[in-house]
């Protein structure tokens, strides 16, 4: 059983950062590409970013790239998204996702996720 725990989220202002943080356990972390997605009110979740196994390649959405970092610690078996320049449109529920590795790093076929944090940024 592979657990995801994401924390970090809250309210911030525009033009603020947050660091979002997801836990995982269960399953050997070195192995999995790790993704973020994020979900508003009334809208499909949305891909956020991915980092490889390795940690050597990331990919972004269009929405956040410039702007958001995702980077991961596999000693800690942490995966984290630092959030910079946070605009009101990046208010959704923010999911932590897992999957065995695989090549190329693709915005799909995660099979694991976390419960979620909610993030809120008021303008």
């Known amino acids: 059983q592979v657990q995801l725990v994401e924390s970090g989220g809250g309210l911030v202002q525009a033009g603020d950062s947050m660091r979002l943080s997801c836990s995982v356990s269960g399953r050997t972390f070195s192995m999995t590409d790790m993704g973020w997605f994020r979900q508003a009110p009334g809208k499909e979740r949305e891909f956020v970013a991915a980092?490889?196994?390795?940690?050597?390649?990331?990919r972004y959405g269009d929405s956040v790239k410039g702007r958001f970092t995702i980077s991961r610690d596999n000693a800690k078996n942490t995966v984290f998204l630092q959030m910079d320049s946070l605009k009101p449109e990046d208010t959704a529920v923010y999911y932590c996702?897992?999957?065995?590795?695989?090549?190329?790093?693709?915005?799909?076929?995660?099979?694991?996720w976390g419960q979620g944090t909610q993030v809120i940024v008021s303008s």
């Open positions: 996702a897992a999957r065995p590795r695989s090549w190329p790093l693709t915005t799909d076929k995660y099979i694991y």
């Open positions: 980092v490889d196994w390795r940690g050597a390649e990331t």
